[in-house]
């Protein structure tokens, strides 16, 4: 049974810092992972989709790193701003049939001016 | 546009009573999704739906039950409602070849 694990679980950080959240997957057969933002009282907002056979996508500010192998995903964020404060979750989607994503237990960063 | 779009956005209920959301996504994607977020904001996947077709049912009591009239729109019903069933409820949509999945902005159900 698939497990997704995100650590740490919340993080704070003065703005300007580079950052770096953490993901980790129990089985390494993924088809993709996600990850997503949630702002308090909102939706999932997508951030980056990373396939089984990418090792990362960046978009912007945003880098994702995927090892497969290890099972584990970091999403990196550069020169943080407090406008990136929020729940960060990563999604693991499975080789199976079934086609659905597993979710982390999520990092709730708070970027200080 | 909003792609992917749910209705209401929050809704408070007394226990019993049965209550319904819809969802509807305007991607032309094949499959959309329920997915359930308790109080400690952990999401957990209730059912799928591919081309209007049930194939994820994730051990929901029966209380809950999806429909999909079309591939544009996966709504959930929820019978004799109980207190546990407060939550926020999100719905999903993904394409083909399992790409990126986009996620409406949430239904938050109150049961009193």
């Known amino acids: 049974k698939q497990e997704v694990t995100q650590i740490p679980a919340a993080l704070s950080v003065p703005e300007g810092e580079n950052l770096v959240l953490n993901c980790s997957f129990t089985d390494s057969a993924i088809y993709n992972l996600q990850w997503f933002r949630q702002d308090p009282g909102k939706g999932l907002t997508s951030l980056l989709l990373i396939q089984s056979s990418q090792r990362e996508q960046t978009s912007g500010r945003l880098n994702a790193s995927l090892d497969k192998s290890s099972g584990r995903s970091t999403l990196y964020i550069a020169a943080s701003q407090p406008g990136d404060s929020a729940t960060y979750l990563c999604a693991v989607r499975g080789g199976g049939a079934t086609n659905k994503l597993i979710f982390g237990t999520g990092t709730l960063l708070a970027v200080q001016p | 546009d909003t792609a992917v779009s749910q209705t209401p956005k929050y809704l408070v209920t007394q226990m019993g009573n049965d209550k319904s959301i819809k969802c509807e996504q305007n991607?032309?994607?094949?499959?959309m999704y329920w997915y359930k977020q308790d109080s400690k904001k952990f999401l957990k996947i209730m059912f799928s739906y591919n081309n209007k077709e049930l194939i994820i049912n994730e051990t929901v009591p029966n209380r809950f039950s999806p429909k999909s009239p079309d591939k544009a729109h996966l709504n959930l019903h929820i019978n004799s409602l109980e207190l546990g069933d407060s939550a926020v409820y999100f719905c999903?949509?993904?394409?083909?070849?399992?790409?990126?999945?986009?996620f409406g902005q949430g239904t938050r159900l109150t049961v009193v």
């Open positions: 991607l032309g994607h094949d499959t």
């Open positions: 999903a949509s993904s394409g083909q070849g399992r790409t990126e999945a986009f």
